[in-house]
């Protein structure tokens, strides 16, 4: 119960990269049915990042590995080589 509160907490959070790249706004998070550890943010890109047309997926969606989170506050920081690691 309580990832389900986290989750609504933290949806809606702009996602950057350390270096202060916006990536776009959290919608939603994979999370390990069995472990029940977060696996994936789901990302709604930012549209004027024309990059970031190579990591979505097919919903249009990029999918931020759990492990590239740096911090969590007023934004969702994540690390940018591990972003780029996907394309």
Known sequence: ???????RQLTGKKVITNEGEEFGKLV???INEITGKIEEL????????ANLETIKDEDGFI???YDSVLAVGDFIIVEKRAMAAQS
Do not use: F, R
């Open 63 to 65: 999918l931020c590995p």
């Open 42 to 49: 789901v990302v709604d890109p930012n549209p004027d990042k």
């Open 28 to 30: 939603d998070m994979n």
């Open 1 to 7: 119960m309580a990832k389900y509160s986290l989750a």
